[in-house]
């Protein structure tokens, strides 16, 4: 795999992973006990933090990619393994 498609690859992984960790320890200006601004969103997060978003996901990515690459050379799961077709044979014929 040449290394432009590892770069490719991993910025994807690290875009998934950064939607998947977003949610995770956010707390709204109501939990932290601020005041509501004038047409802020009930669910605004209080004190948002691209940083800890980021870190977060460059771990979870570093874990999956290395699972994808590790994958990848030793063909644990092949396409071959994710053919559903070979279990449906379609209606029977009269």
């Not at 910025?11 to 956010?26: D, I, K, M, Q, T």
């Not at 005041?35 to 460059?58: D, H, I, L, Y």
């Amino acid at each position: 795999m040449r290394w432009t498609s590892i770069l490719a690859i991993y910025c994807l992984f690290w875009v998934l992973s950064a939607f998947f960790v977003l949610p995770f320890g956010v707390r709204t200006g109501e939990e932290e006990g601020q005041a509501k601004v004038a047409g802020q969103a009930e669910s605004a997060p209080a004190n948002f933090s691209f940083a800890r978003v980021a870190k977060r996901a460059t771990v979870v990515s570093l874990v999956l990619f290395a699972l994808f690459y590790l994958n990848y050379v030793n063909g644990w799961i092949v396409a071959a393994d994710l053919d559903v077709s070979r279990f449906y044979h379609g209606p029977a014929r009269t």
